[in-house]
């Protein structure tokens, strides 16, 4: 039975549950994930079959499950290094090890009260209710078995301070070898994952005004293109684009695509582009394929030069943020006061989701972690 004492950092819990996308790690598990993503979706034949071929670029083999197993355990090294005595465990949404499979294991030890952290710092269907969804389904598929697991998790975390620190820095030391000349004329692109317009426009509380993907995207952009500044005394013309779109070519997903920005402003005379994949915490299929090969065609065949900036991954300051929005979750699990950390003064998504937010367009589901 683990006995987390009552003076550890992290009690109440049990346990930690980091929780992720998951990936391919062979060939002939390609396919099969990607009909697992897509079951239910409005994602076209032909879109699956192109998305294989990124994956088979790379042997058939995602890098995002050897991130999550690096991430995992630094987590858990600097969860001890705070004295703390709780075990980080891992799952997925999509690949072994299944999530349902973690919390089966983890309650056959006598974790019941656990506390998740997702690898998507903002909030939209995709990246924070879905993963409420795998949860309660988590749960329930431990059949009656799954009514005494006692799950809570991290507030969306991209305005944490720390967040934007992280990727402030990983921005600094990649421009750190670019001439000051061609930086100060660089324009810098903030990435993300598009979604369907409809996905963004219903993100965040129900009974406010959408788009919080977008405006999340944009604060930590601007701030980060501020810290910069600070740092490095260049100020860069900076916006947000986006890559990975999938879906129905009729659907409207959030534009502009990378690769057609990056043409425009070679057209326009732009030497360098700085990009800065802030929608993702590692470097994954997204990263790889869709920035470090496509947009990277695009940039060579247009004479462009581009520079890529490493996503958070396993760096000390993104290890010891996700630690202490660890920490802020479970004193508010004990009734403490908290004061949540934040990077600017807009709005700040609570650990317990709103009723409504970031709604499943397609079917209301039960979702975990959350007022509804
Ligand atoms: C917002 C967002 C994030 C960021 C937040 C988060 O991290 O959760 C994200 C992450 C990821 N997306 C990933 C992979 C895929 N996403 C797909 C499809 C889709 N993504 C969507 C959105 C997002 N996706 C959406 C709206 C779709 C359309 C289908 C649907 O409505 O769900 C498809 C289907 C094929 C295709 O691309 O068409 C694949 C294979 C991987 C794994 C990478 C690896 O293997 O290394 C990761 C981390
Ligand atoms: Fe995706």
Request: proline content about 7%; aromatic content about 4%; hydrophobic content about 40%.
């Amino acid at each position: 039975m683990p006995t987390t004492s009552h003076d550890d950092a992290l009690a109440p819990y049990d346990a930690v549950l980091l929780l992720s996308f998951g990936g391919p790690e062979a060939p002939d598990e390609v396919m099969p994930f990607l009909r697992r993503v897509t079951a239910g979706r409005d994602v076209p034949e032909d879109r699956l079959q192109e998305v294989a071929t990124h994956y088979h670029h790379f042997g058939g083999r995602s890098p995002i499950n050897d991130q999550n197993r690096e991430l995992r355990a630094a987590l858990e090294a600097e969860v001890a290094r705070r004295g703390s005595t709780v075990p980080v465990l891992w799952g997925n949404r999509n690949s072994d090890p299944y999530v349902t499979d973690t919390l089966r294991a983890a309650r056959a030890e006598g974790m019941l009260r656990i506390c998740v952290v997702v690898t998507s710092a903002y909030s939209s269907y995709s990246g924070c209710r879905q993963y409420r969804e795998d949860l309660a389904a988590a749960t329930e598929g431990l059949g009656g078995a799954g009514v005494d697991l006692e799950i809570d998790k991290v507030r969306p975390y991209a305005l944490h301070p720390g967040f934007v620190a992280v990727n402030t820095e990983r921005l600094v030391e990649a421009v750190a070898d670019v001439p000051a000349a061609d930086l100060a004329a660089a324009r810098l692109l903030f990435v993300t994952h598009s979604v369907p317009e409809a996905m963004d426009d219903t993100s965040g509380p129900g009974d406010g005004d959408g788009n919080l993907y977008v405006e999340q995207h944009l604060r930590v952009g601007h701030l980060i293109a501020q810290g910069l500044a600070a740092r490095t005394g260049t100020t860069l013309e900076h916006e947000l684009v986006f890559c990975s779109r999938s879906g129905s070519p009729r659907t409207p997903w959030l534009e502009p695509d990378v690769n057609d920005r990056i043409e425009e402003l070679a057209a326009e005379g732009v030497s360098t582009v700085v990009v800065a994949p802030i929608g993702f915490v590692s470097d994954h299929m997204e990263v790889v394929n869709d920035l470090d090969r496509e947009a990277q065609e695009t940039a060579d065949r247009v004479g462009v030069r581009m520079v890529r900036v490493p996503t958070a991954g396993t760096h000390p300051v993104f290890v010891e943020t996700l630690v202490d929005l660890l920490q802020e979750r479970a004193a508010e699990a004990r009734d403490e006061v908290v004061v949540p950390a934040r990077a600017d003064q807009g709005d700040l998504r609570p650990s317990v989701c709103d009723p409504g937010c970031c709604p499943n367009l397609r079917a209301a589901k039960p979702a975990l972690c959350g007022r509804d």
